[in-house]
């Protein structure tokens, strides 16, 4: 009952690398969403994707793309990675019927 | 756009006794859902409770409960007889209840609550 799974958990890029995350869920829900979450500031919405085939910007777009590869996976890129962009990264899915959001463990991503 | 707001970023309880975190929000909808998650040291994220907008009753969840206060966009969590398990961060998140392209989940800045023993 694997839910929304998330790699890496931690990773330390140094400035202006790439990387992207990973993310996948097995409960066939067609919203899915991701979330950077520092101190103080909550869960801020970076994008989010409805249904297969569509991506729209959340709150906090700059600096990140998404791409919702298809129904399970949705990957957050860092082109080039700031010291800003350090945080930990949330990834999370819903059906829309069903209301909730479920999370995956989190991503400490690390800028140096 | 919704916004969601918790006025509260810290607070502390005694074991055995009761708190009430706020959560205000902002919407021009008439029918959406809240939400209260809990995210303990672990980071992991867990659903405390929800309620439907359309529903008049607040919901409850053992311990925990909600006071509703549509008119007022109001939307607090009541833990009743706080254990030292209780301390975490807690999010206030609103939804919208329709069935569109922007399907947002929005969430607040968070209340941290401490248990004293």
């Known amino acids: 009952n694997a839910g929304v799974t998330q790699t890496p958990k931690f990773q330390v890029l140094k400035t202006g690398q790439s990387m992207t995350l990973q993310c996948a869920q097995d409960?066939?829900?067609?919203?899915m969403y991701w979330y950077r979450q520092d101190p103080g500031m909550g869960l801020r919405l970076i994008y989010y994707?409805?249904?297969?085939?569509?991506?729209d910007k959340g709150e906090v777009p700059n600096g990140y793309n998404v791409s919702r590869l298809n129904k399970r996976e949705f990957s957050l890129r860092l082109e080039s990675a700031a010291p800003s962009q350090t945080s930990v990264y949330f990834c999370a899915s819903s059906e829309v019927q069903n209301t909730e959001a479920f999370f995956g463990q989190g991503t400490r991503l690390t800028v140096v | 756009a919704q916004t969601v707001t918790q006025s509260q970023p810290e607070m502390s309880v005694q074991e055995a006794e009761t708190v009430t975190l706020s959560c205000t929000y902002d919407t021009s909808e008439s029918d959406y859902y809240l939400f209260w998650y809990k995210q303990p040291p672990s980071r992991q994220m867990i659903l405390v409770i929800r309620q439907e907008a359309y529903k008049q009753q607040n919901a409850t969840e053992n311990r925990f409960s909600v006071n509703f206060q549509k008119a007022a966009k109001s939307f607090s969590l009541k833990i009743s007889d706080s254990q030292l398990g209780d301390a975490a961060m807690y999010f206030c998140?609103?939804?919208?209840?329709?069935?569109?392209?922007?399907?947002?989940?929005?969430f607040g800045k968070g209340t941290r609550l401490h248990i004293l023993p």
């Open positions: 409960m066939n829900h067609n919203s």
């Open positions: 998140a609103y939804r919208s209840l329709f069935m569109n392209r922007d399907d947002k989940i929005i």
């Open positions: 994707s409805a249904s297969e085939g569509t991506t």
